[in-house]
């Protein structure tokens, strides 16, 4: 955006040109482009729409098939650079075609025809109106009078009651360029908003110009729009919610920074809506785990997705080849041995996905549009979820176990402490390892998984299948790491006290005398695991360390005998 254009001069341009030529230059100069591949809201689909409704209800038709369709609206449906039919996110409005009658004979519309007295009635007295566009919600509706539809590009009024109508533009084309204005000029635009009093309005209206455009009017709005260098002013001076006094839209963050110098103003200026935002983090941050070591200026350029999605390729020694898949709001893995795990799935689509390694081994990552990012340890399946922020659309491991996490606007370097992470990983390498149908406990590992996350009923089935009756199973002797190891991460959570409790009671059987007879699948006496166990608590823990954790205590209390 090199050359500074003058909107105070946008009245005298856009007389220039044909019919919408200053709508293309508006667009251009703003930033829009069709994007690549757009399929255009094709015009037939308005009907065929209100086709089918009309044969749900029976009804005859909301149209005047002897009306003709001004040659404007044919031409604006056709422009290979409209914006809205290419995009119509940007506008929050409906188009209608062909144009519906107001008053509305099915109902439709909201709008009714012109009421008596009405300055726009023509000399014919015909009422009605042609409704070409609409508020999302029809609380507004755009329309033409029925007597001019057969001019080339009649004014437009706008519909802001029952029987209300008010002046909105001279002709169909100037409409589509106050609606473009409206819209894409905060969307693509840095921004200022202010309270305007009188004085500043004083000010605005002396420095800069008139657009030479009708107020916009919508949802109680009447806005006045003034050009200036690289800058476009919106005063609102209508009852709107939704709009502030003072809207200062400007092609550059400098633009608007001199406007705001030229009104004696000091405003805090905001970055369009259509940028990629800023990273969030900031070198320091850090969580459970994880701590920015370096923000830098370059950016990370996000894989281009493959078929079925983004991918990306596990691929580390002793562990089988597997490919990441994030499509929609989920991942899966694939693996040509176990077919396909699906690992998550949230609301979000997501964003990027990684694979690589920490300093404990392979891992993999995914990253959402909402910032969040979870992490997974491919040895022991745990992951963790670290809150990014925005600005992050790639991910990368780096050879020397750091997460790169970024954008187009920068780059975030994670220290990465697997321990922090991934509190279970230690334990849950070794349940994967286990065969827990040959130890007669093929339900443990989903028990053990409903345990973690606080499931009550979960622990009490843990209980009556690892509680020692008549002898200590070798399932309930490699489970108590396990469970020690939730039971200290739950805290006080609603397992803390169930879970060492039966903790307690596999250490008294042990130190009983039970689970002395080599175990049928690892040989070795489940009673001496256990009581290695124990010792080592013994030696952790002293009676001050648990004063406040009256469950922890009893444990203690078990492993001393």
């Not at 070409?132 to 009651?161: I, R, T």
Request: charged residues 25%.
């Amino acid at each position: 955006m090199g050359e500074i254009i003058d909107y105070g001069r946008f009245a005298e341009r856009r007389r220039a040109g044909g019919r919408w030529e200053a709508l293309r230059r508006l667009q251009e100069e703003w930033g829009y482009r069709v994007p690549e591949g757009a399929e255009p809201w094709r015009r037939e689909l308005e009907d065929e729409h209100r086709a089918y409704v009309r044969d749900l209800a029976g009804r005859a038709g909301d149209t005047d098939p002897g009306l003709p369709v001004p040659a404007a609206l044919e031409e604006w449906w056709d422009l290979p650079f409209n914006s809205f039919t290419h995009s119509p996110g940007l506008y929050g409005t409906n188009p209608a075609y062909p144009p519906t009658l107001c008053p509305d004979p099915d109902g439709y519309n909201v709008s009714g025809g012109l009421p008596a007295g009405s300055p726009y009635l023509p000399a014919n007295g015909d009422a009605r109106l042609c409704m070409f566009m609409a508020e999302n919600q029809h609380c507004n509706e755009w329309a033409y009078l029925a007597a001019e539809s057969g001019e080339d590009d009649p004014k437009v009024l706008v519909g802001v009651g029952d029987d209300e109508w008010e002046f909105q533009a001279a002709s169909i084309s100037e409409f589509f360029l106050l609606l473009a204005v409206d819209r894409l000029c905060s969307h693509f635009g840095w921004t200022a908003e202010e309270d305007a009093d009188e004085a500043l309005l004083d000010r605005v209206r002396a420095r800069y110009p008139s657009l030479g455009l009708a107020p916009w009017r919508e949802l109680g709005a009447e806005v006045h729009l003034y050009g200036g260098p690289d800058v476009i002013l919106f005063h609102e001076a209508g009852d709107s919610l939704h709009r502030p006094g003072l809207l200062v839209c400007g092609r550059t963050e400098d633009a608007v920074r001199a406007a705001a110098r030229a009104l004696g103003e000091d405003w805090e200026v905001f970055r369009p809506e259509a940028l990629p935002p800023l990273l969030a983090l900031a070198e320091g941050d850090e969580g459970d785990g994880w701590a920015v070591a370096a923000v830098l200026d370059e950016p990370l350029e996000a894989p281009a997705p493959e078929a079925g999605g983004l991918r990306a390729t596990i691929d580390a020694d002793g562990y089988e080849p597997a490919v990441v898949i994030g499509s929609g709001g989920g991942v899966r893995v694939e693996e040509a041995d176990e077919g396909v795990a699906q690992v998550a799935e949230r609301r979000p689509a997501v964003r990027a996905v990684a694979a690589g390694a920490t300093s404990a081994g392979p891992a993999f990552a995914a990253v959402w549009e909402d910032g969040l990012a979870r992490l997974w340890d491919v040895g022991s399946g745990e992951s963790a979820d670290v809150r990014l922020g925005p600005g992050i659309a790639a991910l990368a491991f780096a050879p020397d176990g750091r997460l790169r996490a970024g954008g187009p606007t920068g780059t975030a370097v994670l220290d990465l402490d697997p321990r922090g992470l991934w509190p279970f990983r230690s334990v849950l390498t070794l349940f994967r390892r286990l065969d827990w149908d040959a130890l007669g406990a093929p339900a443990f590992p989903g028990l053990f998984a409903a345990a973690r996350g606080g499931d009550a009923a979960a622990v009490a089935d843990l209980d009556a299948l690892l509680a020692p009756g008549g002898d200590l199973s070798e399932a309930a002797s490699f489970a108590l790491l396990g469970l020690l190891a939730v039971a200290e991460r739950d805290g006080d959570g609603p397992v803390h006290a169930e879970l060492l409790d039966l903790a307690a009671r596999i250490v008294a059987a042990a130190l009983a005398g039970k689970g002395d007879a080599p175990g049928p699948v690892h040989g070795a006496p489940p009673g001496d695991r256990v009581r290695e166990l124990a010792a080592e608590v013994r030696a952790a823990f002293g009676a001050d360390d648990v004063a406040d954790d009256p469950a922890m205590a009893r444990f203690l209390a078990a492993c001393a005998g």
